[in-house]
């Protein structure tokens, strides 16, 4: 799971790349979009998933599905 606290898949291709096997990916970061819903940072973060339980998850279902 790859966990960016900034636009998601700005790293995956690096990753990919200097991995020598097959992987597993999940994104998880700030969709292209504009957030125009105004609230706090703990809001935007549930908005996109950046909270701990999406986070918990998301790595359960990369290790066991």
Sequence with gaps: ?????????SITGDIAMASKHPLKIDLLGVPKEFLSQYGTVEEHDAYIGFTE??????VKKLIYE
């Design 53 to 58: 339980k999406e986070i918990f998850n998301r």
């Design 1 to 9: 799971l790859i966990c960016e606290p900034y636009y998601s898949g």
